[in-house]
């Protein structure tokens, strides 16, 4: 992993305009799915966070919280509707980590289950390819690429641990 692509995620991650147009594309995608006064309402909170400066600090947590708990009051859970989206939107950023927290937290996840968790079952190397093999017979790239991904676990394992 190139250390300044690592370096421009976490820029980009802390860059609370990053959270203002995620809400606006999911607000705009919801438009006339999403009731007015609501939208309206998300609308004026963000607003005045912009007009007050809270939005452009370091502490994008405070602004989510506001929007998430006006989603709360009105009883909208974080799904697949017009509504739920922009909730959704807002929880990845509603903690003290914010995005970047939450990008880092599932890539390891998704990392960890798709190329670790096999190597930590038990198993010597062989047999975990030989099962590898087996159950991606139609997709052999795939077991280069997880065998490759092992390969560098300790490279990985120091970007992670220089991350922020």
Known sequence: ADSNAVQSFVELADDPNVLKGE???????GAGRI???????????????????AIGTEDVY??????????????IKADETPAGNTRMVLERYNHPGGLKATVISELLEQYVIATEKPFSLGKREDEVLFDLREAYRNDLR?????????????RKTDVTLALP
Request: proline share 2%.
């Open 142 to 154: 795939k077991v280069v690429d997880i065998a490759i991904s092992h390969m560098y676990l300790a």
């Open 35 to 53: 009731p007015t006064a609501l939208c309206s309402e998300l609308e004026a909170a963000l607003n005045s966070m912009e007009s007050n400066g």
């Open 62 to 75: 405070k602004t989510t919280a506001k929007l998430v708990q006006i989603l709360e009051n009105k009883g």
């Open 23 to 29: 809400l606006q594309e999911a607000l705009s995608e």
